[in-house]
Structures are given as C-alpha cells and as structure tokens.
C-alpha cells in the first residue's frame, strides 16, 4: 500500500475517531451529575454505612426486653405495639442490610449496567417502603407519643395520635415520603432511554 | 423599534452561534483530544472554544470561510490552553479512559489503531500537530496556510515531512503490538 493510500486511511480513521466522543461526554457529563444524585440519595437513605440497619435491629432487640416486661405486668397492648415493632425495626434493618451488601456485589462495567443496577435498586427501596414505610411510620410515631403516655391526658394524647396518623397518612397517600426516590428513579429511567436511543 | 432591532440581531446571533457549534462540534472536539490530556481539561476547552467563538462571531466578516475562522480560534485557543496549563502530554492510560468506561461503536482493532494515531499525533511538537490536525480534517495548504500564518510552500514541504513522521509512528506502533 502505498504512503498516499495509508495517510488517506489515517484521514479517514481520524474523522471516525470523535464522531461518538461529543455525545460519549455528554454521557459523561450527565452520569457523573446522577452518580452525584445517587451518592446524596444513598447517604439520606441510610445505605451507605452499616450504622443504620445496626441501629434498626438494635431498636428491634430493645423491643424483645420491653415485651418481657409487658408479658410479666399482662400489658397487652405494649405487648401488641412492641410486636409491631420488632416485626417492623427487624424487617426494615435486614432489609437495608440487604440492599447495601446486594449493592456492593453488583458489578458496573458499563454506564447502561450502572443506571440499569441503581433503577433496580431504588424499585426494591420502594416497593419495600411503599408497603411498609407508613405501618414502620406509625408504630413509631405512637412509640413516641406513648412515651408521654404519664404526663399526658388523654384528649391529647388523642388528639396528636389523630394529628400525627393524618400527617402519615397524607404523606404516604401524596408519595412524599419516597419522592427523592421516585425523582431519581424517573431521572435514572430517561438517561437510560437516552442512552440507549444514541 | 430599537428593541425588536436589538432582539432581533441578539436571536440571530444566538442561532448562527447554535448552528455555528452544532456543524462543526466533531472537528471541535477532535482538536481538544489533540490538545488535552483528561476528561475535565477536554470540557473546558471545549468551552473556552465556544466563548472565544462566541465572542468573535459579531466581527466575522465572511472574508475567510467559516471554518477557516474557526479553525483559527479554536486552534489559537488550543494553543494558549495547552501553554497555560501545562499538562503532560496524553498518555495510553489517559486517552483510552472514554473507551474503558464506555461502550465503543468500533471493533477492537480499529480502537487500537485510533489511540495509536492519537498518541501519535499527541507526540508531535505543538506547530506540527496544529498542522497535520488540520490537514486530517481535510483542510487544503491555503486553508492551513490561512490560519496557521504560514506560506503555502511552507505548509507543504512541512506537511509531507510530517506525514512520513506520522506515518513512521503508525508503523512502529502496529510493529510493536
């Protein structure tokens, strides 16, 4: 092959060189903004550090010796409330123990497999919390109101149970608990259509 | 009166400029990977080329082609952004970051011999690589010669001299995979 010939293959191969390279930045760009969202996300909702699911089945262990108790005096309904919440601090405590050691098995080779791993993993966030962050809400913020249970009387214990139970109930009706997540998910969804369409 | 005037020219420019930007973003770009060696450099010249265009558009009088001008400023900027930041030269590791955290339209040896033309071109000296980038954008010696300064002989005889560098650069890599 003559020098002509090579130097016009050279031409050739230096204009197919770049002709992805815009949009492979503008991937770039736009993943690396997302990764920023997923660490902020992953920090807020605990699955970053093992402290949060310890701190779950530490509340859930606590649970176990205040039902001792509760059996020993016949309080059923302590009883009934710490069963909810050993039921409910356990769950939520595995299950974030889960999601971090499902997180950091999965491997990303690739922009795709990074935004197809993180979709999948706030689905699981939110299909767990969708059915079991307003009862976990609850029982907590009855837990907390309990705790006032001597100095308080009951028209007004009765009255922030009712102000507390509209407040979670408007919130997980409205989706405002998990709308960080929901937000990501559907940005994490268009990045990878538009990565897929180019 | 003045208003809509002034509006008017403000959209125009802003539309030439999109256009301006959106024809020649490729070429633009693949002068960046000539003159940077990451990812965040790459970006910021690229921008820089964009605000000195921009800036430059209201004096473009048409008496050079339109690429011709850029060239010009994209190249000027370029040069000026490689004095200033004094970054070392791209290396393998460096310019092959795109492809190993992105998928890559081309077959493994056409990417092999894309990043060994790259860092041959990364390896020739400033003047030399301004030269032979425009020349592989297919610029012709008085388009060269236009933006470069340099006469059309000169451009020539330095042409042919780096083509057969280039050329041995491109043998010697594909002789030592």
């Known amino acids: ?198 | 009166m003045t208003n809509n005037t002034n509006t008017y020219t403000a959209t125009s420019r802003e539309a030439d400029f999109v256009r301006l930007l959106e024809d020649n973003k490729a070429r633009i770009m693949r002068l960046c990977k000539a003159y940077t060696s990451s990812r965040e450099d790459r970006e910021d010249l690229f921008q820089e080329i964009a605000v000195q265009l921009w800036k430059a558009l209201p004096s473009f009088r048409g008496e050079a082609s339109v690429s011709t001008w850029m060239y010009r400023i994209a190249l000027n900027v370029s040069l000026r952004f490689s004095y200033e930041t004094k970054r070392p030269k791209p290396s393998k590791e460096r310019i092959t970051w795109i492809e190993e955290t992105t998928p890559h339209p081309h077959d493994d040896a056409t990417r092999e011999r894309i990043e060994q033309l790259q860092r041959c071109i990364a390896s020739l000296p400033e003047v030399e690589r301004s030269i032979m980038i425009l020349y592989l954008e297919e610029c012709s010696y008085k388009e060269i010669s236009e933006i470069t300064g340099l006469t059309e002989t000169n451009v020539g005889a330095k042409i042919s001299r780096i083509k057969d560098k280039l050329l041995g650069c491109m043998q010697k890599s594909e002789g030592g995979v």
């Open chain 1, 1 to 198: 092959m003559s020098n002509q010939e090579d130097f016009k293959n050279l031409q050739q191969l230096w204009q197919e060189s770049t002709q992805t390279d815009y949009l492979t930045l503008q991937h770039e760009t736009m993943i690396q903004r997302i990764k920023t969202d997923v660490t902020v996300f992953d920090k807020n909702a605990g699955l970053t550090t093992w402290l949060y699911p310890l701190m779950y089945i530490t509340a859930a262990i606590a649970s176990v010796f205040v039902i001792i108790k509760a059996i020993q005096k016949g309080d059923i309904f302590t009883m009934g409330m710490r069963a909810a919440s050993i039921v409910l601090y356990g769950s939520q405590g595995l299950f974030n123990a889960w999601l971090m050691w499902k997180m950091r098995a999965m491997n990303f080779t690739n922009h795709r497999e990074y935004l197809e791993g993180q979709i999948q993993k706030l689905t699981w966030y939110l299909n767990y919390n969708d059915r079991y962050g307003p009862p976990i809400a609850i029982v907590s913020a009855s837990l907390f109101v309990l705790s006032f249970w001597d100095s308080l009387e009951w028209w007004a214990m009765a009255l922030i149970m009712l102000v507390l139970l509209l407040v979670l109930g408007n919130a997980s009706s409205s989706g405002e608990g998990f709308h960080d997540a929901r937000n990501l998910r559907s940005r994490l969804t268009s990045a990878l259509r538009l990565l897929k369409e180019e």
